[in-house]
Nanobody
Framework: VQLQASGGGLVQPGGSLRLSCAAPRFALDYYALGWFRQAPGKEREGVACISGSDGSTAYTDSVKGRFTISRDNRKNTVYLRMNSLQPEDTAVYYC??????????????WGRGTLVTVSS
């Protein structure tokens, strides 16, 4: 599954960004797709996941109320809208196939990441 993330950049604390993930159409139909991030010196963590069947969503606790995951099947794209960004959100963000329960976790496919830097 080829996935391509884009939309990262430098933003001030309190600012917003929208990330995009281009995916093959079959991936949107058959996989839950989500966002992961890896900050310097830390392990990769699941951020958000959206179901391929019913569009249900899940988030890690640290981004609830600030980040919104969505998808547009006409454009074969999954989005992550990030509001109220904080320096601790600085990381390389990846899109990938996902699952969710107590946490958002990877189910094996990754795309290339996009860097988000939150700094004044």
């Amino acid at each position: 599954v080829q996935l391509q993330a884009s939309g990262g950049g430098l933003v001030q604390p309190g600012g917003s960004l929208r990330l995009s993930c281009a995916a093959p159409r079959f991936a949107l139909d058959y996989y839950a797709l989500g966002w992961f991030r890896q900050a310097p010196g830390k392990e990769r963590e699941g951020v958000a996941c959206i179901s391929g069947s019913d569009g249900s969503t899940a988030y890690t606790d640290s981004v609830k109320g600030r980040f919104t995951i969505s998808r547009d099947n006409r454009k074969n794209t999954v989005y992550l809208r990030m509001n109220s960004l904080q320096p601790e959100d600085t990381a390389v963000y990846y899109c990938g196939t996902c699952g969710s329960g107590d946490t958002v976790y990877s189910t094996g496919y990754w795309g290339r990441g996009t860097l988000v830097t939150v700094s004044s």
